[in-house]
């Protein structure tokens, strides 16, 4: 149980595209959502946290305008990278949480690979 | 201050050997603990979780950790280590209250397995 399905993979796309990324919840219905960002050998630094009908919350120094995240549904999150630039290449990784407790663990997607030509 | 200390960096065993990775935390809360493993491009992985339940945690894949409030510590171990287990392992805590809390993720232990 608990599972979370990330898609795509991995993206390759050019300068100045928008890349949208999808985070489902397949067996449970997730309260909150997160989305990651992983750099080369390093932890995760969490960009936003979305709850379902309303809008995200960003971390510091993360652009709103940049990383646009969407929560419609208690199964779906999206976050999209408007413009990407090169320096936006990186690993992003949603996660989802069943509920709003403290000992509730967070269930990981696979990641996305995004790659800016 | 609350914080994740994972004292390793990396760790290298040879396959058959136990596994060590150790994690300290530090929290004004009482605490839920966790331990995640990450193969490369891949998400992360719920090993085991502590919750203030019983104090030692048995996992998957023959992981098990043990919770000590008075070494605020919280280290993962394997009696055998297989090939399968290199990878990236993460230790997380949820600290807070009922007025909302926050999940703190460790630095990462990378552990190699020496054939």
């Known amino acids: 149980g608990a599972v979370v399905s990330q898609h795509p993979s991995w993206v390759i796309c050019k300068s100045g595209t928008s890349v949208k990324i999808e985070c489902r919840s397949l067996d449970f219905q997730a309260t909150t959502m997160f989305w990651y960002r992983q750099f080369p050998k390093q932890s995760l630094m969490l960009m936003a946290t979305s709850n379902e009908g309303s809008k995200a919350t960003y971390e510091q120094g993360v652009e709103k305008d940049k990383f646009l995240i969407n929560h419609a549904s208690l199964t779906l999150s999206t976050l999209t990278v408007t413009s990407a630039h090169p320096e936006d290449s990186s690993f992003y990784i949603c996660?989802?949480?069943?509920?709003?407790?403290?000992?509730?663990?967070?269930?990981f997607g696979d990641g996305t690979r995004l790659s800016i030509l | 201050a609350q914080s994740v200390t994972q004292l390793d960096s990396h760790v290298s065993v040879s396959e058959g050997t136990p596994v060590l990775l150790r994690c300290n935390y530090s929290?004004?809360?009482?605490?839920?603990l966790f331990w995640y493993v990450q193969h490369p491009n891949k998400g992360l992985q719920l090993l085991l979780k502590y919750t203030s339940a019983a104090t030692l945690v048995k996992g998957i894949n023959g992981f098990e950790a043990e919770f000590k409030k008075s070494e605020t510590s919280f280290h993962l171990t394997k009696p055998s280590a297989h090939m399968s287990d290199a990878a990236e392992y993460f230790c997380?805590?949820?600290?807070?209250?009922?007025?909302?809390?926050?999940?703190?993720f460790g630095a990462g232990t990378r552990l190699f397995v020496k054939a």
């Open positions: 929290s004004s809360y009482s605490p839920s």
């Open positions: 997380v805590v949820n600290v807070g209250n009922t007025g909302g809390f926050k999940t703190i």
């Open positions: 996660s989802a949480r069943v509920g709003p407790g403290g000992n509730q663990p967070q269930h």
